[in-house]
């Protein structure tokens, strides 16, 4: 079996394109008839990349283990509210995520993402291509370094592809408090990955 880590191919592996085919909608179906052989199938196609996203959060790989199963456990009561309105991995993956903060909520790791001040209206600057140079791995290995709230807004709107109006319902922030906190942490990123470079020299 080849293994990748690019973000593309988790991406993928998550969202996939369009709606599921008739043999994926039929998984589905035998999942909410409780039958545990589609269930152990539905786990198999996607418990990689859904490991790969609690890891994210929570950082430990034994916590992302047990909140990966719980996140599925949870999955399989839920099915019969799933409608197809996305692919079934988004779905999961939001799930995922939830069980995850949970998780970091429990263990009272406080994500102190309401405090950072008045909320300050954010332009992209075009003069920043740093951030698009570096390899995904040396991202991904210079996220997992920052703060707790940094981490986990680049790491929703970065690499899981959310955008700022689904990562203030996730985390029950603001709009304008996730896209200031995503800017700061997109700074403190490049800088981290800028220090790095001269380490690495």
């Known amino acids: 079996m080849q293994h990748s880590n690019k973000t593309i191919v988790i991406l993928a592996e998550t969202s996939g394109a369009g709606r599921p085919g008739q043999e994926h909608d039929q998984l589905i179906r035998a999942c909410r008839r409780g039958d545990q052989k589609a269930q152990f199938e539905l786990y198999r196609r996607y418990h990689r990349a859904m490991y790969n ?3 994210r959060i929570v950082r ?45 909520r429990l263990k009272k790791e406080r994500l102190s ?18 951030d698009l140079e570096y390899r995904v791995e040396i991202i991904k290995k210079a996220i997992h370094e920052l703060p707790q709230g ?9 690499i899981e592809g959310y955008d700022h109006e689904e990562v203030s319902e996730i985390l029950g ?18 800088d981290l990955l800028k220090q790095k470079d001269v380490r690495d020299e």
């Open 173 to 190: 922030i603001s709009n304008a408090t996730s896209r200031t906190q995503f800017h700061r942490a997109k700074k403190k990123l490049i």
């Open 150 to 158: 940094y981490r986990i807004v680049l790491t929703l709107i970065l």
């Open 60 to 104: 430990d790989p034994a916590d992302a283990e047990d909140v990966m199963q719980e996140a599925f456990l949870k999955a399989y009561t839920k099915l019969n509210t799933y409608r197809g309105e996305v692919s079934f991995g988004a779905w999961l993956k939001r799930i995922v995520i939830n069980k995850a903060l949970d998780f970091l």
């Open 53 to 55: 996203t609690t890891l």
């Open 113 to 130: 993402l309401d405090e950072t001040g008045e909320p300050m209206e954010i332009t992209e600057k075009a003069d920043e291509p740093e």
